[in-house]
Every structure is written in structure tokens, then in C-alpha cells.
Nanobody, 122 residues
Framework: QVQLVESGGGLVQAGGSLRLSCAASGRTFSRSRMGWFRQAPGKEREFVATISWSSDMAYYADSVKGRFTISRDNAKNTVYLQMNSLKPEDTAVYYC???????????????WGQGTQVTVSS
């Protein structure tokens, strides 16, 4: 099991930037694929981005491609989500996820963080 603690959320104006961090502890973080998901009020949790353990592969939802960047520092057991050009529709609780697996119509995640709120004002 991996314990995940997100930080870095907050209130920002449209067009602004935020960087989320997710500190991991527990089993081997450096060999785990990591990801970010988000859940807006009244909506289902959705995929945002994933990154391989070696950082050589990253995937993004179409809605954030070109604006968000996922990265990781295995020496610090931390994964990041740099969010630029934020829009009001990016408002959501953002969750860090360990070992996300795309099952097609859903995702299987080994461990979730508690989430951090991101609010983008117009």
C-alpha cells in the first residue's frame, strides 16, 4: 500500500497557474506508475494525467493537453502536476493515484490520496 498526500491546491484566477504535489510513502514508489484524477461537483471522477515510473511516458486527457504537465522526482517520492492557463472548468478536487490502470471504460487504482481543492475563478 502507498500513502499519498496532495498539496498545492487553492484559488486562482482564470489564466493563472498552480502546481500540485503528491508525496508518497510506503511500498516502492519509484517503480509505480502514478497519475492525477479530478472530480468536479456533481460529476464523476475523471482521468487527468499519468506518468510511467521512469518518466519516459506521460499521457493526458484531451481537456488538459498542452496546459498541464505531470512529472515526478523518485528521489523525493513525489509526483507533480503543473497546471497552466487554468480555466473555470478545471475547478475540481484533484486526487493523486498510485498504479492507475486504464480498463477502457474505467480505471483501476491501487491507492488514492485524500484530494486537494482547486478553484478557478472567472
Amino acid at each position: 500500500q502507498v500513502q499519498l498526500v496532495e498539496s498545492g491546491g487553492g484559488l486562482v484566477q482564470a489564466g493563472g497557474s498552480l502546481r500540485l504535489s503528491c508525496a508518497a510513502s510506503g511500498r516502492t514508489f519509484s517503480r509505480s506508475r502514478m497519475g492525477w484524477f479530478r472530480q468536479a461537483p456533481g460529476k464523476e471522477r475523471e482521468f487527468v494525467a499519468t506518468i510511467s515510473w521512469s518518466s519516459d511516458m506521460a499521457y493526458y486527457a484531451d481537456s488538459v493537453k498542452g496546459r498541464f504537465t505531470i512529472s515526478r522526482d523518485n528521489a523525493k517520492n513525489t509526483v507533480y502536476l503543473q497546471m497552466n492557463s487554468l480555466k473555470p472548468e478545471d475547478t475540481a478536487v484533484y486526487y493523486c493515484a498510485a498504479d492507475p490502470i486504464n480498463l477502457g471504460s474505467s480505471w483501476k487504482v491501487a491507492d488514492w490520496g485524500q484530494g486537494t481543492q482547486v478553484t478557478v475563478s472567472s
